[in-house]
């Protein structure tokens, strides 16, 4: 498809309309929307300030650049692509295509996660104020740091969020690809006042975390590549041939990378530990056997995303 060219000389709303009649063709429902972030992109601006300068009339860059991501966006490229961020538990990320675009489905597992980091959140030592305020909000005083590794980390949300949202926890991120574990740090150091709180290692899931001189894990969370050979081949085109294939094809039945972390998940968590993974919304019981199976884990439980599917599974690790 040739490349779309925005009329010149038109004002910021005209230049809106102009783009979302354009993005209507791809029976797109959020059209206008991704029109006003679009043009956001290209003139700086927040969808309300594009709307408090409506009568301004674009310049000639800004008509060419705004013309590009249009006809990118007609070809099925991400929004969050073209404009290099995504939206992660209320905060902004950084993306690239190397990296999968994080899913609101995801910060299920911060929501499932997060009131068992903090019930062990560490307490100093020798304070007992704060010691008695862990009690009286459901947690257990702890003085040792609390350690997580979010395998497969991506783009980093899952680990930088933990790490915001549970302020006193340290933790491992493990990706295989070093362009991922470029936008990860990015975002670590964005986000994070002490960046040192994430270390970064390139590595095939748990592997190139060297379990005899790490600390015990309290926590190992993913989001591994899930998606079946079968699935693959009809998945939108929007996430086929733009989203990486690393980070979504999980072989042919989607459990392959299931298979070998929970094999090695044993030698890096404490007893007492938590192992919580999404999963394709078929793949419960799937997953849910190969963590029996194991015969170390205990209180298996099932968490539903928004729609109400089957999205992570979880465990202890009960030695």
Known sequence: MNRLECPAALTVLQAVDWAAR??????????RVES??????????????????????????????????VSRRVRGEPVQY????????????????????PRPETERIVDHVRPFLN?????????????????NT?????????????????SGVLAVTLALECPSVRGYATDVSDEALGIARRNAGRLLRDRSRIAFARGSLLAPLNASSIPALDL?????????SREMDSLPDEIR????????????????????LIDQAPAYLKKGGMIALEIG??????????????????????VKDYNGLDRIVSAIHVG
């Open 281 to 302: 919304s078929e793949q419960s019981a799937a997953v849910s056997r190969l963590l029996t199976d194991r015969r170390v884990f205990g209180n298996m439980k099932i």
């Open 82 to 101: 073209l404009t290099g961020s995504a939206e992660f538990y209320g905060r902004e990320f950084l993306v690239s295509p190397a990296v999968l675009i």
């Open 138 to 154: 459901g947690g257990t005083p702890s003085d040792r740091p609390v350690h997580f590794a979010d395998v497969g980390t991506g």
């Open 220 to 228: 190992i969370v993913s989001n591994p590549p899930y998606v079946t």
């Open 36 to 69: 006003e972030i679009l043009l956001g992109e290209v003139c700086a601006s927040s969808r309300l300030a594009l709307y408090l300068d409506h009568a301004r009339r674009l310049d000639i860059l800004e008509t060419s650049r705004f013309s590009a991501l």
């Open 241 to 260: 041939a733009f989203e990486p294939r690393l980070a979504l094809h999980g072989g042919e039945d989607g459990l392959i990378c299931y298979r070998e």
């Open 119 to 135: 019930g062990i959140r560490r307490v100093p030592v020798g304070n007992p104020g704060m010691r008695a305020r862990a009690r």
């Open 22 to 31: 354009k993005l209507d063709g791809r029976a797109n429902p959020a059209s």
